[in-house]
């Protein structure tokens, strides 16, 4: 259904959300997609079976009726208060999956600020340091010829330790506006 940009959005609980994005706490997700990696790496199920999803999938709206944007503000789990990065989605023709997927890799692939990283715990810091260093020891594990990139820089994506993979999305339990995502283990 299409929403003209004077129509109000309907909240998150009102929305049906894409098969693709919904969260399953058991079981396999419909999707494999480590949030740190391009989006063009995304698959089908588990990842021994490499189905790329296609651009149809990927174009599909994300919620039934469709919104213009997504607030993507905490992340299950966490043990920040606040999730400190949140993620906005807007698409005035309606947010798709790949919106919502574009959308949360760009988000965790920005730098720490040293702001950031010096509000953190030593247990997150230790946290992040070992993540760091995974990441650029695998990130050329599909192209083993270029060179270990050890000078990268600490990102988002190293707060998130080795909870890297998305596991969908719920509304917010506040009753608020947003959207919560849920992450596991790689």
Request: proline share 11%; aromatic share 12%; charged share 25%.
């Amino acid at each position: 259904m299409w929403r003209s940009p004077q129509q109000p959005m309907p909240p998150p609980w009102e929305c049906q959300l894409n098969p693709f994005l919904e969260h399953r706490s058991i079981g396999a997700t419909p999707l494999y997609f480590d949030i740190g990696r391009e989006t063009t790496g995304i698959i089908f199920g588990e990842p021994q079976r490499t189905i790329p999803i296609d651009d149809g999938d990927r174009a599909q709206p994300a919620t039934f009726p469709l919104v213009t944007e997504m607030r993507i503000r905490a992340v299950a789990d966490d043990s920040s208060p606040n999730f400190p990065w949140p993620i906005t989605v807007r698409n005035t023709r309606g947010v798709t999956c790949q919106d919502i997927f574009s959308a949360i890799y760009r988000n965790f692939q920005e730098f720490v600020t040293s702001r950031e990283y010096e509000g953190w715990s030593a247990r997150r810091r230790q946290q992040c340091a070992r993540a760091y260093h995974v990441r650029v020891q695998t990130v050329n594990a599909w192209n083993p010829e270029r060179p270990i990139p050890w000078n990268d820089g600490l990102r988002r994506i190293d707060y998130m330790g080795d909870r890297v993979l998305f596991r969908g999305l719920e509304p917010s339990p506040n009753r608020d506006p947003s959207w919560i995502m849920f992450v596991g283990p790689a």
